[in-house]
């Protein structure tokens, strides 16, 4: 959700690999590079750095544009779209509830056609009248 934002992502040092955030005031807070040895740790900061490339390459996440498209406070999701003036396009689906949403869909997509789903690496094809898809607990879910 942070890099899909508008904005600029802040991250803690350590944050992309695992490292708590947690500062002790008066305290060094040294980095814990060790924590890189772990391989939970070692595939979020692949994951952090996955991310970040899909920020910088894809134009429709670093400008100000964005439309929330769809709001569940009952389901805990919500969707927004954003674009670039050059054509990208990024809609953002994001389940904040730890019920695995099956069969989901989103009535106002932008537009139909062929979209990338980014997270799970999915080609979906988005009919005039949308299309279902799942969305697991605690995740987002990027089409572009």
Excluded: C
């Amino acid at each position: 959700m942070l890099v899909t934002a508008v904005g600029i992502p802040m991250l803690w040092m350590g944050e992309e690999f695992g490292k708590s955030p947690r500062p002790t005031p008066h305290q060094p807070n040294k980095l814990q590079w060790s924590l890189l040895k772990n391989q939970p740790n070692h595939e979020l900061l692949e994951y952090y750095k996955q991310v970040i490339l899909l920020r910088e390459h894809w134009p429709a996440l670093y400008t100000e544009n964005i439309e929330f498209i769809h709001e569940n406070p009952e389901a805990k999701v919500i969707a927004y779209y954003r674009w670039s003036d050059e054509g990208t396009r990024a809609v953002v689906v994001a389940n904040f509830s730890h019920t695995y949403l099956s069969g989901n869909s989103i009535p106002k997509f932008p537009a139909a056609g062929t979209w990338h789903e980014w997270m799970y690496n999915k080609i979906v094809e988005v009919g005039e009248e949308g299309f279902k898809f799942d969305v697991p607990e605690w995740s987002a879910q990027v089409f572009v």
